[in-house]
């Protein structure tokens, strides 16, 4: 049975998201350094039979480590602090890829975690130090997940708007239809039906990101029809007649929402 840590300063990364998510799109996108590629080949080599593709233990790897190394800034020492809200989302960044990596989803990720920083740390140019006694709670796992994709989706939806000279439409469209398909699982989980104490935290945030989203809304609408039009409230997620008009011809945004519309009341979340 692995040790697992709920936490309600858990979540405090969210503070950060937008900046985070930007880290780690860059971290899991650009080159690793020769000894970063060496390390991390050691690790595949000696840990890469308990992930479900061997390479993906490198590429976690290579990922880590340029998300440490963006990460570790005067601001943000890790080995220093690792309480602060960059440690806990490298935490939780590294608890996420893992999880859904591993052959063996019961094997704990602090243990395979503890592996990958042996193998890349103690050298002159890692030093990392985490401190991972335990698991994120997997309920709690889910729940960040969720957010992390809203705010993923979120991301995209500023970048395309900060352009406004070349908006790709059908990309705003996609994007925002997206962001439904997690914003009903959210708000299922936050109903009054199921919204319980141990929720409150996650609903909480699901709030802050709300109004974040409906900013963008807002902007998106100030620039007239074709973008709003193209830009799906979060209000609107769970109208079917709303939602369907809007993606026509969009079959690939339609899919994952109407399969979400359609299991919605079938979930069973245990929190």
Same mark, same amino acid.
């Given at each position: ?28 996108t ?19 039979? @308990? ?6 233990? @490198?590429? $976690?790897?290579?990922?880590? $480590?340029?998300?440490?190394?963006? %990460?570790? /800034? ?23 890829k ?30 990392? /130090?985490?401190?991972?006694?335990? /698991? $994120?709670?997997? /309920?709690? %796992?889910? &729940? ?24 790709? &439409? ?25 919204? @319980?104490?141990?929720?409150? *935290? ?26 709003a039009?193209?830009?799906? &409230? ?6 079917? &007649? ?8 969009? *079959? *690939? ?19």
């Amino acid at each position: 049975m692995c040790s697992q840590d709920s936490d309600e300063e858990s979540y405090e990364f969210f503070e950060n998201i937008v900046e985070y998510v930007k880290k780690a799109k860059s971290a899991e996108t650009a080159a690793a350094s020769s000894n970063a590629e060496t390390k991390c080949k050691s690790f595949m080599l000696a840990y890469g039979s @308990r992930f479900k593709a061997e390479e993906t233990a @490198r590429t $976690i790897c290579e990922q880590f $480590i340029n998300l440490y190394n963006s %990460l570790n /800034d005067p601001e943000c020492n890790l080995n220093s602090y690792p309480n602060k809200k960059c440690c806990k989302f490298l935490k939780y960044w590294i608890n996420f890829k893992l999880m859904k990596s591993m052959k063996n989803e019961d094997e704990c990720v602090s243990k395979i975690y503890n592996a990958l920083e042996s193998h890349i740390t103690g050298s002159d140019e890692f030093n990392i /130090d985490l401190y991972y006694e335990y /698991d $994120i709670n997997k /309920d709690d %796992l889910k &729940k960040m997940n969720i957010l992390y994709s809203l705010y993923e989706k979120h991301t995209e939806l500023d970048t395309i708007l900060m352009n406004i000279s070349k908006v790709d &439409k059908e990309s705003l469209l996609l994007h925002s239809t997206a962001c439904c398909t997690h914003y009903i699982k959210a708000k299922y989980i936050c109903n009054d039906d199921n919204n @319980r104490n141990d929720n409150s *935290v996650f609903c909480n945030k699901l709030t802050t990101f709300k109004s974040k989203y409906d900013a963008l809304y807002e902007k998106a609408f100030q620039e007239g029809s074709d973008y709003a039009n193209n830009f799906i &409230k979060l209000e609107e997620c769970s109208n079917n &007649k709303i939602i369907t008009t809007a993606v026509t011809g969009t *079959v *690939v945004g339609l899919i994952p929402l109407l399969g979400v519309l359609y299991k919605v009341s079938e979930l069973n979340i245990k929190l």
